[in-house]
């Protein structure tokens, strides 16, 4: 069992963090995506709304009059089973925290933190013999500037800067009984990497009418990983760094507003792995939803001043080969004049079967967004 042990960690690496996207430290667990559309199948980028920023589709922004700040917190519960073990394993998350800020007729700027995903393993074998725990992530900065281009009405130009950092541990533990079971020897093993890097993204947005659509593409940057290992009674050699260029992606939304407060939204997203994760397909995401939004009166009643949402999301292939499905709902409530709290569910199950352990993660999801939304900076002009 003692010689097993740097196996299970390095496959543990591999597959069975709180979710199997979560490969050697730098995954797409957590999206981009504002409070709302989190329960539109995380499809919703491209609608167009004065209290949201998106650092992948910053230049929808540009046509915002809003200053507007949002918050969001994620408790979750996740069940992970494989062919022998199931461990259930509750997380909580900040997914993200933005600010976006109109400039009138000089653009808009947009500034951010998101974390792109956070380690939360917990296993245990059937004997109880070994344990797996796993803590910490990656996270952005984000910085993003748009304009609207004065001479073509409804087209804008947007560009994101992002800032790469975090880190996160493995700890592996086992308990070696001696022959006599008199005795017990707690062997631990643990691998730990940081995280250092940058990299930009683009982005192009139209709107006309009751029309919305959007374009984002990644460029290329370089994001240093430093991996340190110890272990009982083993010696291993110093902290070793390498330059990865993180998964880039190129993809599209839009959105449709019709009978004056119902939208429906659609979005498809390609990941490349190259240079990341060796021998990874490239990975596929898409989502659909629909936005029912709610009285802007605040005389009505308030139930008739509620927006309902619901969607659906998926995706396959990419490290491990990840096969993603999940229903959403939501629920956004008024908070005053000046903000909103948006309630999102999500609920769904990612496979693995790689020709290794075969996987299977459900989980469940509360999004919790708080939104703050002010006329300060508010454009100059109206763009419709």
Do not use: C
């Not at 167009?48 to 910053?58: G, I």
């Not at 974390?115 to 344990?131: A, E, N, P």
């Not at 499905?325 to 790689?354: E, R, Y």
């Amino acid at each position: 069992m003692r010689k097993s042990l740097p196996f299970i960690l390095a496959a543990s690496a591999l597959a069975m963090a709180q979710s199997p996207r979560a490969v050697l430290g730098w995954g797409l667990e957590t999206s981009s995506a504002d409070g709302p559309s989190r329960a539109m199948g995380e499809a919703a980028q491209a609608l167009r709304t004065d209290r949201s920023w998106d650092p992948q589709l910053e230049a929808r922004s540009a046509f915002a009059s809003l200053t507007a700040f949002e918050v969001q917190v994620a408790p979750g519960l996740v069940t992970i089973d494989d062919d022998k073990t199931q461990n259930t394993v509750g997380t909580a998350a900040l997914p993200r925290v933005s600010l976006s800020i109109p400039l009138g007729r000089f653009g808009h700027l947009g500034l951010g933190y998101w974390q792109r995903y956070q380690r939360g393993l917990d296993w245990t074998s059937s004997d109880s013999l070994v344990s797996l725990s796993g803590e910490g992530g990656a996270f952005q900065g984000d910085l993003g500037y748009s304009y609207a281009i004065p001479w073509a009405r409804g087209l804008a130009l947007g560009a994101t800067y992002h800032r790469v950092l975090g880190s996160d541990r493995i700890l592996g533990k086992e308990d070696f009984k001696a022959s006599d079971e008199a005795s017990v020897l707690q062997l631990r093993d643990t691998v730990q990497k940081r995280y250092w890097g940058d990299y930009w993204t683009s982005s192009v947005y139209f709107t006309k009418s009751n029309f919305d659509v959007g374009v984002w593409m990644d460029f290329a940057g370089d994001v240093e990983v430093t991996t340190a290992r110890g272990a009982t009674a083993q010696t291993f050699s110093d902290k070793s760094t390498k330059s990865v260029s993180p998964p880039l992606s190129l993809g599209t939304a839009i959105g449709w507003r019709f009978q004056d407060r119902h939208a429906l939204v659609g979005s498809f997203q390609s990941t490349s792995w190259d240079g990341v994760v060796s021998g990874s397909s490239r990975q596929f995401e898409g989502g659909l939803g629909w936005q029912r939004e709610g009285s802007g009166d605040r005389f009505d009643e308030y139930w008739r001043r509620l927006t309902f949402r619901a969607g659906a999301m998926g995706g396959f292939g990419g490290p491990a080969e990840v096969v993603t499905i999940a229903g959403t709902s939501g629920l956004g409530m008024p908070l005053g004049n000046a903000g909103t709290l948006d309630l999102s569910l999500q609920v769904g199950q990612n496979d693995v079967d790689n020709g290794g352990p075969s996987l299977k993660e459900t989980f469940v999801r509360l999004y919790v967004t708080v939104t703050g939304a002010s006329s300060w900076g508010k454009s100059f002009r109206t763009r419709r």
